[in-house]
Every structure is written in C-alpha cells, then in structure tokens.
C-alpha cells in the first residue's frame, strides 16, 4: 500500500467570476521512504494539490470539491480538525519557500522547536530542549545551543530553511512535503538545502513530495515525477524516464527550454509557444493543445485521459496525450518526432 | 568536401577584443543603513574597486548571488546611483562628472531593462503611451513620429499592433517583459543594461524573451550588460562573465574559457551548486558544496571576501586582498592560488566521463 494516495482530487477557488478548477482529477502515490517530484510552471496547480493535501484550503476562498487523499489508508479529507492536526507534524510535515511566513517572528527558534516536541510528542521542557540541540546539530547548525535564542529575523534564509527542515523533521513525519523550498535561496545555499534533504530523508526514511518548478532540482531529489499543467498530471514516469524518453510534447517542451550548463552551447533555446491557458478559460479538448506543435483536431475535440504509454519494469510512464496515446485514434507521435532524439544530437 | 578538423576547438573564440564601450574603473557604491542604538549611519559599501570593459558589440554576463553587488553596479554605470569613488567612461565620455543636462542626453544612448516589469510601468498608462514616453525626453519627434516610432518597436519585440492602446494589467508576465524591452529600446540605445530580466518568468516564457533578447542584440548590434544569477542562461546568451563575490570582481572571462576552467575557487563552487536537470548527470557528479553563508557586507572579512568560504584559504588571504590580475589568455582572476587553466577538475565536464 502506498504512504501517500491522491485520488482524483479536485479543488476549487473562489474567482471574481464563478469559481476556477486549481486541482482537477489530480491522482498519485508516494511510497514509504520514496521521493516524488510534482513539477510545473506558475498555476499549474502543485502548490494547491499540497496544500489540499494537508488540509490547507480554506473555504470560502477555495474548496477541496472531490476525491480522496488517503494517508496510510485513512482519508485526510474526512478528518475533524483535531485529528487532522494529529497527522499534521507527525503523519505529515511541510516545509514552504518562505520559511519568515511560517516561522513566528516573536518567539525564538528554540521556543518554537520545543513547543511542537511538547505538544505533539509530550515531551518535558528539558527533554524537549535536549532534542531541540539534536535537531538543530542535524540539520547541521553551527552553535547550536547558542542558537536556540536567536529570533527569526536574525537568521540568513539559508539557515531559516535549516530550521523548518529542523521543525519539519521535530516529530519524525513519514511524509514530508516540501512546496519550493529552495525558489529564495541562492544557488550555493540552495545546494546546501537539498543536500541536508536529500541526505535527512535518506537515513530518517522520510518519504518527500517535492513541489517545484525546477527541473535541475527534481532531477538531483526525485525519484519519479508528475509533471502537472493547468490542474492536471499531464506526464508520470522514473525520473530518468522522463528526462530521457520524456513523451508528452509539454514536457519536451519544457526540456527544450532550459538552456543546461553540461551541454554544448548550441542555437537558440526551444521555447513553448504562447502560455498556460487562464483557469477561467480552459481548452475543451487538451488543455496543452493550444500550445502544441504536434496537435490534430482530435486534441482541439476531446480531452485525453492519462494512459500508460510505456511499460517500465518498475510503474510505467503515462501521458495524457492523444499524440502518444496507444488508442486507435491517437498515437501519431513518433519517436523521430519526440525530443529525447534532438537531445542525443545536441550532445 | 573539406571541412574543418572536428578538433577546432570552438571556445577559443580569438576575436581581437574590440575597443571597450564601458571602461568602468575602481568603482565603488556606499549605502548608509541605520545602527540600532546608534544615531550615526553606517556605511555599507555594497561595490568595491571594480573593474569592467565592456566591448562594443559583446554582451557581458554579470553573475553573482544576493547582494553581490551586481545590480547595484548596473545602476552605477548607468548612473542611477551615484558612485562614491571611481570612473565610468562610456564611449569616452567620463560619466561620473557630466552635468545633470549632459547625463540626460547620454541617457538617450545608455537604457536599463528591469527585473520585474509591471513594478516599472505606470499601470495608468496604455501600452503604447508607455513604449512612447521615452521619447518625450529623447527625441523632438512629433506626436505622430513617436507613435510611429513606437509601433515599430512594438513590433521589433513581438508585441502585436493590436495592444497599442491596451493596458498594462492585461498583460502576462512575458508581454510584460517585452513592454518594458521596448521602452529600453525606443530611443535607439548603443548600451543595454538588462537586470534579471527572466528572473521572474516561467521556464516556457522566459526561453522567449532569452531568444528575443539573443536576436535583438544582433540585429540592432547593441551592447549589452546582461545581470542574473541563473548562470545557464547567462552561459547561453553572453560572451563573456564577470562573476562578483560580496561586493567584487573575482574573475572575467570569456564565457567557454569561464564554464571549462573556472580559476577562482567561487566561480567553481558556483558552477558545481547549478543543478543539471539529468538525473544521470546529477547521480555521477562531483559537488563543491560551500560551507556557511555569505559574510555581511557591513564587515567584510579582511583581504579576499571569499576567504571564510573558501577550501584554500591560507594565511596570506587573511592579510591582503587579491587584486584581478589578468593571465596570459586575458583571462581575469583575483585569487592568491587561482586553479591552472585546464578542464581537469572542471565541475560539470569532469562527470561527463561516459564518453
């Protein structure tokens, strides 16, 4: 049984006109100790999908208006408030991209480590102060100790994210989700960060859904990936999949877009054209079809579903794409045509 | 058919180094900042003794993480903010001590692109209006001549006619990048700052603009000094990079020779932090992680600035702060013990050993 389950979840928000779908039909697993990217540009619906995983969407503004998120086996969505609260911090934790909006400014770093080891695992004062200094000493704090005073404010953002991963990490979570926790921090310091994650999780056997818009990064963390566009998982696969044999043209396309550092420079980058359709405005048919080279009056009709469209030893990689699709009506999209090709010239 | 030796190599890219547009010399910027329990001001000197030469024609990549001083450089050159020492001579024109009249008609030949560009347009002004306000200050064209003018540009930069009279809200991200490209653009600039103009962007949006910018730049032959910290893009678009450290230069180079042999510890580390989006990649590489954060700027360490960070420190860099020194390649560095050129160690070359 998977840790994490995410079926066909849908969330709705609250616009000036109507309401907007963020998250529509959204369904995935994370495992036990596994690292699952959700990747996707601005609007695409990953943040949304974490946050109604958690329980984070708060009506009026937006609904959680379908589907099921079982943890463990049990449905988040249908938790009261106090026993939501029980899986949040000890079933499962969340770190965000700011970590000044979810640390309390008034109260120490210490205080508000101890706090939650007090609160959601009983500990006494003292004990809880002794565990405090291990968090901080593991998520490799210099002078920890002396640090436990330290306010907020006067901690460099590098060292804010240590002590969320810290907080995160207080009540031994089995899923952490990390929503852009590096998008702030500089490169050299965004290196440190996903090298204490990748490394904490490792030895806790901490599962992690990774959100970011950062291929490079879900490219070192993750061990397989969901690649989301306008509220919907457009691609799943390995992540060595899905940066090789990537097959939606979404996905070639955001590959063709990132200049990469390893590689020859070469012409000009390959950029999607146009943008994400607004959520008010959503494409009958595939919503990538507006945008898509490869697109036929079939994509323009009907939305594809998401189909497995190669046979992996381990869970397949599926697209929702007609082009791709194995349907009788679809799959005109040939190997020739799909950029894991113009990338092996590149090289 | 002859064809050249596939060894060719293509990095060393031997144009004779045209005459420098931009001579910038020892320049340096000072903000005041407030001490707490102290009615005296403190001065944060934010840039310090840099030296830049832009060439007529090339784009120069500016690199460097928060606070680095990198935009504050821009905004000097271009004189936004005054220097507090040194000399910026562009096209032979020593800036720094132009009246205010004769820095106005400079600026007609010097523009800046922003970071964000909603945050720079006047949300009360249409498209066109906005394209078109430069003009007022640069040109004596009549009111025709600049609409003229301005749906010209609009063009040049792919916005549609159509969104003359439109306003700015109605705009994405990436047309809004494009507006602001424009207005740079208008008056028919020799000199182009640009200062994390994608930043902002998503990926698919942002290749766009790089390709524009990339094409702009050759059409019109425009200098261009390019700021970001995404150092990929940089390596695509630029010719050559300066990577600055708390406040300096620690090495300029061409962009190849600064990508294959990075010489100073920093630019190392940096590469090497990039992530690689190839998981296969990523697995084999050797990474430079850097302990610790960045010093202040308000107390810099003592000689080099990168000492507190750096794996070579020695007692020397303690006591006296490298100066940018240049190789015999014109390669330039400031480091006591800079790599030897060569791809070796290099960060992302090393691990490509498959082939």
């Keep these: 049984m998977a840790l994490l389950e995410v079926r066909d979840l849908r969330t709705e928000f609250r616009a000036a006109r109507g309401s907007v779908t963020a998250v529509d039909g959204v369904s995935f697993t994370v495992d036990a100790g596994e690292t699952v990217a959700l990747v996707g540009e601005s609007g695409c619906g990953k943040s949304a999908t974490a946050q109604s995983i958690m329980g984070l969407i708060v009506p009026p503004a937006g609904e959680v208006t379908g589907g099921q998120v079982l943890f463990e086996g049990r449905d988040l969505l249908r938790l009261r408030p106090r026993e939501m609260r029980a899986v949040r911090g000890k079933g499962i934790a969340m770190i965000f991209q700011d970590p000044m909006t979810s640390l309390n400014p008034v109260l120490t770093v210490g205080r508000q480590l101890t706090e939650s080891l007090e609160l959601h695992l009983g500990l006494s004062r003292r004990a809880a102060r002794a565990r405090a200094v291990d968090l901080l000493e593991m998520v490799r704090i210099p002078a920890a100790e002396t640090r436990l005073g330290s306010y907020p404010h006067q901690l460099s953002g590098g060292m804010r994210q240590r002590v969320m991963i810290a907080m995160a990490l207080s009540c031994d979570p089995r899923l952490i989700l990390a929503d852009e926790i590096t998008t702030a921090l500089d490169v050299t310091i965004q290196a440190q960060i996903l090298e204490l994650l990748r490394d904490l999780a490792r030895q806790t056997r901490t599962a992690v859904l990774l959100i970011t818009h950062d291929l490079g990064v879900v490219a070192g963390m993750a061990e397989r990936v969901n690649v989301m566009y306008a509220g919907q998982i457009v691609e799943r696969a390995e992540t060595v999949d899905l940066f090789h044999r990537p097959q939606m043209p979404y996905t070639w396309g955001l590959l063709g877009s990132v200049p990469r550092l390893d590689l020859a420079r070469g012409g000009r980058l390959r950029p999607i054209a146009g943008r994400p359709p607004e959520l008010s405005q959503i494409p009958a048919g595939c919503r990538f079809a507006p945008r898509c080279a490869h697109a036929r009056e079939l994509c323009h009709e009907s939305p594809p579903d998401l189909t497995t469209v190669r046979e992996s030893p381990a869970r397949g990689q599926l697209t929702r794409c007609w082009g791709t699709g194995p349907t009788e009506q679809g799959g005109w999209l040939t190997t020739q045509d799909r950029y894991a090709d113009q990338m092996t010239e590149a090289r | ?355």
């Design chain 2, 1 to 355: 058919m002859s064809e050249a030796p596939a060894t060719a190599s293509d990095t060393t890219d031997t144009a004779a180094p045209g005459p420098s547009l931009l001579r910038v010399r020892d320049l340096a910027v000072d903000f005041k900042v407030p001490v707490r329990g102290s009615l005296r001001a403190a001065r944060l000197r934010a840039v310090s003794g840099v030296d830049l030469d832009i060439r007529r024609g090339e784009i120069l990549g500016v690199v460097g993480e928060s606070g680095c001083g990198k935009s504050t450089t821009g905004r000097a050159i271009l004189q936004l903010l005054k220097p507090s020492q040194g000399t910026v001579a562009f096209d032979g024109t020593e800036l720094t001590t132009l009246s205010r009249g004769r820095m106005r008609a400079m600026r007609r030949r010097m523009q800046m692109i922003f970071q964000d560009p909603f945050a720079s347009l006047n949300p009360r002004m249409s498209i066109g209006e906005l394209i078109e306000e430069p003009l007022l200050v640069h040109s004596d064209l009549s009111a025709a001549g600049r609409r003229a003018k301005a749906l010209e540009t609009m063009q040049l930069v792919g916005l549609s006619s159509r969104w003359h009279d439109r306003y700015p809200h109605e705009f994405s991200g990436g047309q809004r990048q494009r507006v602001g490209i424009a207005r740079a653009l208008v008056s028919n600039p020799e000199f182009v700052v640009a200062d994390e103009p994608v930043s902002a962007l998503d990926v698919s949006v942002q290749a766009q603009i790089v390709n524009l910018l990339e094409q702009l730049q050759e059409e019109l032959g425009l200098t261009m000094m390019f700021i970001a910290h995404d150092l990929a893009v940089v390596r695509h678009l630029c010719d050559r990079i300066a990577v600055m450290y708390l406040g300096t230069v620690v090495e300029v180079g061409e962009c190849e020779d600064m990508y294959t042999s990075p010489r100073h510890p920093y630019t190392q580390a940096l590469l090497s932090a990039v992530p690689i989006p190839d998981p296969l990649v990523e697995v084999e590489r050797k990474r430079r992680i850097l302990t610790g954060d960045v010093p202040s700027p308000l107390n810099p360490p003592t000689g080099c600035r990168f000492r507190t960070r750096c794996w070579k420190a020695q007692d020397v860099c303690a006591t006296q702060e490298p100066k940018l020194t240049t190789t015999g390649d014109g390669h330039q560095v400031a480091c006591h013990f800079p790599e030897n050129p060569g791809p070796q160690d290099h960060p992302l070359v090393a691990v490509a050993g498959d082939r």
